[in-house]
Every structure is written in C-alpha cells, then in structure tokens.
C-alpha cells in the first residue's frame, strides 16, 4: 500500500523518518501543513485505509500540481493493513521493547 505526506520543498526533515522535527520547521516557516491536509482531504475514516490512502494521494497531487514552488509530496510504500471478517482493521499490538512501559517496581 502506498502512504503520502505533504511537505515544502523547503523543509528538510522528512515527515516519514523524523516528524517532530519537519513539524517544528512547518510551523516556524507558518505552513502549518497538517492543518492545509486535513482541510484538503476528506474525512473518509469509514473506509479502508489502502482506499483512502488513494484518495488523499489523489488530492494531494493535485495540490502539489498547482503550487510546484512551495509543496511536494512524498511517497512510501508499506505493508496493507489486515481486516477482520467483519472488514474491521486489525491492529498491530506488536511493540518493541524500547515502547513498553516500565513495570512499577515496589
């Protein structure tokens, strides 16, 4: 499945590999691209995710096309997601260690 994500052509972070920081510069140069995304793309959170993945690359291409001079988008192709029998998403509950929790040590 293919994922997008909007940036500038003058950010230097990569929103895939290090968000915190891309986001820090979106929002000292006043981009604010989150917020651009989420009033470009629908809110489809009632479809599966590949198909909304399509639309939102769709719109945002389009976006890319009529203002080449400050945004670019960028591509990443990861696993599809898995669905239940129901259709219904499952989630991944693997987690490395570094993301567990420190047990309360009495």
């Not at 629908?42 to 399509?54: G, H, K, V």
Request: with cysteine.
């Amino acid at each position: 499945m293919r994922v997008c994500m909007l940036t500038t052509v003058d950010n230097p972070f990569d929103p895939f590999e290090n968000f915190n920081e891309w986001y820090k510069i979106d929002m000292q140069f006043q981009y604010n691209t989150c917020a651009l995304v989420a009033r470009l793309v629908p809110d489809t959170e009632n479809l599966p995710q590949p198909y909304m993945e399509e639309i939102k690359e769709s719109i945002l291409n389009d976006w890319c096309r009529m203002n080449p001079l400050t945004y670019k988008l960028l591509v990443r192709e990861v696993e599809d997601p898995e669905y239940d029998e129901e259709g219904n998403e499952i989630e991944d509950d693997s987690h490395s260690e570094d993301d567990k929790q420190p047990e309360n040590v009495e």
